[in-house]
């Protein structure tokens, strides 16, 4: 971890106290996935599994640890089955169809946490790896997982809470959160096709080259900023901007599409 210089004083920014992972459960090698890495390791998963939520709680998370539900082998990808908001939690409406029932019992466990528990409803479908946080407003991307529909339920429920949303169109990416992470400051981390569209264009990009473009799903948790491991030249990047970074090795996830955010739902 590099001592910058100019290292982020964030104790003016919201502070992250909670996650909620999911252990995978041995069904994960059933996943979807459009990667050509190869099948899953289990055993590799839940070491690495293990490695995340000690890197939350390094973070000073609190973490909740639900068990693996054999029957969604994509379940351990927590983040898209819920929005959570500081005034609200959204249960998502999953756009993949055998990922539809893993909302079934979250709302059980979001009601321990939150007074206002809001839903999308068919025919909206909506992931929240499409939905990034920067303060109070929310960009939600269009995708094949998040329609129309369900972005505007989502922005109608923000709305009701004080808070704020714009869609934006994805071409190339399975998530929005896949391309682009926001780190506080006014930063963003960002590649591919994120790099020139407008909406994005207020920030001060910290830009990812392609061959290290799995890399930009990372997290910024309280100061750190929590990137996948075996990518130096966007550590290199981060930290140039003065961020603490932490490694987190997740390539058992990424065979499954999956990065360092869908891994966790985090308040």
Not at 13 to 39: D, H, Y
Not at 245 to 251: F, R
Request: hydrophobic share 35%; aromatic share 8%; with cysteine.
């Amino acid at each position: 971890m590099a001592n910058h210089p100019k290292q982020r004083n964030n104790m003016k920014k919201p502070i992250f106290k909670k996650a909620i992972v999911r252990t995978p459960a041995r069904s994960i090698v059933n996943g979807i996935t459009t990667a050509s890495l190869g099948l899953p390791d289990y055993d590799k998963a839940l070491i690495q599994h293990t490695e995340y939520v000690r890197a939350l709680e390094e973070c000073g998370l609190e973490v909740l640890v639900l068990n693996a539900n054999e029957q969604y082998p994509d379940s351990t990808f927590i983040e898209d089955v819920a929005l959570l908001t500081r005034q609200c939690a959204i249960i998502m409406n999953p756009g993949a169809s055998s990922r539809k029932g893993e909302t079934a019992d979250i709302g059980n466990v979001l009601n321990d946490f939150y007074d206002h528990v809001e839903s999308v409803r068919e025919p909206g479908t909506a992931e929240a790896g499409d939905i990034m946080m920067v303060g109070s407003h929310f960009y939600i991307g269009l995708s094949a997982r998040t329609n129309t529909e369900g972005a505007q339920q989502v922005i109608q429920l923000l709305e009701k809470y004080g808070l704020s949303g714009s869609v934006v169109n994805l071409t190339d990416v399975l998530h929005l959160k896949t391309g682009l992470a926001y780190l506080e400051d006014n930063n963003l981390v960002t590649c591919g096709e994120f790099l020139t569209k407008s909406e994005f264009q207020k920030f001060n990009i910290l830009p990812i080259d392609e061959e290290e473009s799995y890399s930009a799903n990372c997290i910024w948790l309280n100061g750190s900023v929590l990137i996948p491991k075996g990518y130096p030249k966007a550590r290199a990047t981060i930290e140039q901007a003065g961020y603490s970074t932490k490694e987190v090795d997740v390539s058992e996830f990424r065979k499954l599409d999956g990065g360092l955010s869908c891994l966790s739902l985090r308040f």
